[in-house]
């Protein structure tokens, strides 16, 4: 089975420049998040989507970025402009819709590592 | 005060030896915890979770919680050089998905 895709890998810009980031999750999983994860700590979440409902965004800076999930499948977040404080990992995950107040494995992607100069 | 604490190390330690990793947390309304291992340039693949207070055993690994002292532990035995990597501890509160994670501690084994 295969894991969290996440595309690029690796992304320089230069700081102003916009740049998005794909996640495609595992196939079933309806829930997905997008993580970023700063150099020496731990990931913090930016938005949380159950099928293409973004149930929790309130960690994420909505003046410069966006996501989207169409379909409620693959997502996309973007950032417009990108500050230099913006290079981190951005790290996907997805997880399925289990029981109620259960907690539901969360399987984490490879993550875009970017760079703004 | 951030939620959950962790010390970044990095812990070096011998090949075989035992290592134990340990978090601290203020919010009493976590109920899961897990451990988290994340090598270099990959995403974080989860080693265990635990429901509220007690033990729970894998292998060489075994991860403790005692949430009257708001503190977990992981401990690995006979540890080897393919176990240096990031621990990341997370926890969240019942009926959440979201996890609220630690620094991460960097575990360095020498052969």
């Known amino acids: 089975e295969a894991g969290v895709v996440q595309s690029p890998r690796y992304k320089i810009i230069e700081k102003k420049q916009p740049v998005a980031f794909w996640c495609n999750p595992i196939s079933g999983h309806n829930t997905l998040y997008w993580y970023r994860q700063n150099l020496g700590q731990g990931p913090e979440l930016l938005i949380r989507?159950?099928?293409?409902?973004?149930?929790?965004d309130s960690q994420l800076p909505k003046d410069r970025f966006s996501a989207e999930r169409l379909k409620g499948v693959d997502s996309t977040l973007k950032i417009q402009p990108a500050e230099l404080g913006d290079s981190a990992v951005y790290l996907c995950?997805?997880?399925?819709?289990?029981?109620?107040?259960?907690?539901?494995?969360?399987?984490f992607g490879p993550g875009t590592r970017l760079t703004v100069l | 005060q951030k939620e959950v604490e962790q010390d970044p190390g990095p812990l070096s330690v011998p090949e075989g030896a035992i290592v134990s990793l340990n978090c601290t947390y203020s919010?009493?309304?976590?109920?899961?915890f897990m451990w988290y291992r994340q090598y270099s340039r990959k995403g974080p693949e989860l080693l265990m979770y635990?429901?509220?207070?007690g033990n729970k055993e894998d292998g060489r690994f075994t991860a403790q919680v005692d949430k009257s002292s708001k503190y977990i532990s992981l401990f690995i035995r006979d540890s080897q050089p393919s176990d240096s990597a990031t621990y990341l501890c997370?926890?969240?509160?019942?009926?959440?998905?979201?996890?609220?994670f630690g620094t991460g501690t960097r575990l360095l084994v020498s052969p």
């Open positions: 989507y159950e099928n293409e409902e973004a149930v929790d």
């Open positions: 997370a926890m969240t509160r019942t009926g959440f998905q979201k996890l609220v």
């Open positions: 635990t429901y509220s207070s």
């Open positions: 995950a997805s997880s399925s819709l289990g029981a109620s107040g259960a907690y539901n494995e969360q399987f």
């Open positions: 919010n009493s309304a976590f109920q899961y």
